[in-house]
T-cell receptor, first 112, second 110 residues
């Protein structure tokens, strides 16, 4: 089954404790992306990747890191989480940039 | 002006009615347009891409109005299961990003 998976689905953590949210797709897609979704603000892109070893900042990259060492995986790293990073996070992939994107199930992160 | 804008709603519509909503965008050179559906706290799911000539998929019709810079989504014979938030996405920047509207909430009532 073609899909995008994310783990963990739910995470409660404390300020400053480094965490990684994993994202994997099995569709051989070139383009992958991370979004955060907050009430009233819609989806905002954090980082995106055009291909292996090619990443670029989206609109809200501060406080986040990503890497794309393999085509299928695109982990999101929060080196020192803060409460304003409490949000619903989605990973997405598409065959190419600006094509239809397919989303993972989301990760609900709470930073206290 | 926001890059991509939607009326947040909610649109309360009786079952069986036709409903339409729009998504305006800021860049006249935009080329990629999509409608997604999002159920409460779940992932967005692709509903349809929007093509220049307009396109239809069952009860759903999407259209592009370049002159006025908006896309529209029309739902005919609405079902209770159509209740969701509808998101639009447009490439308004000259890079490889899609910019998303905040969504229009639709509630279909029996």
């Amino acid at each position: 089954e073609a899909q995008v998976t994310q783990n963990p689905r739910y995470l409660i953590t404390v300020t400053g404790k480094k965490l990684t949210v994993t994202c994997s797709q099995n569709m051989n897609h070139e383009y992958m992306s991370w979004y955060r979704q907050d009430p009233g603000l819609g989806l905002r892109q954090i980082y995106y990747s055009m291909n292996v070893e090619v990443t670029d900042k989206g609109d809200v990259p501060e406080g986040y890191k990503v890497s794309r060492k393999e085509k299928r995986n695109f982990p999101l790293i929060l080196e020192s989480p803060s409460p304003n990073q409490t949000s619903l996070y989605f990973c997405a992939s598409s065959a190419l940039a600006l094509h239809e994107q397919y989303f993972g199930p989301g990760t609900r992160l709470t930073v206290t | 002006r926001k890059e991509v804008e939607q009326d947040p709603g909610p649109f309360n519509v009786p079952e069986g009615a036709t409903v339409a909503f729009n998504c305006t965008y800021s860049n006249s050179a935009s080329q990629s347009f999509f409608w997604y559906r999002q159920d409460c706290r779940k992932e967005p799911k692709l509903l349809m891409s929007v093509y220049s000539s307009g396109n239809e998929d069952g009860r759903f019709t999407a259209q592009l109005n370049r002159a006025s810079q908006y896309i529209s989504l029309l739902i005919r014979d609405s079902k209770l299961s159509d209740s969701a938030t509808y998101l639009c996405a447009v490439n308004v920047k000259s890079n490889y990003q899609l910019i998303w509207g905040a969504g229009t909430k639709l509630i279909i009532k029996p």
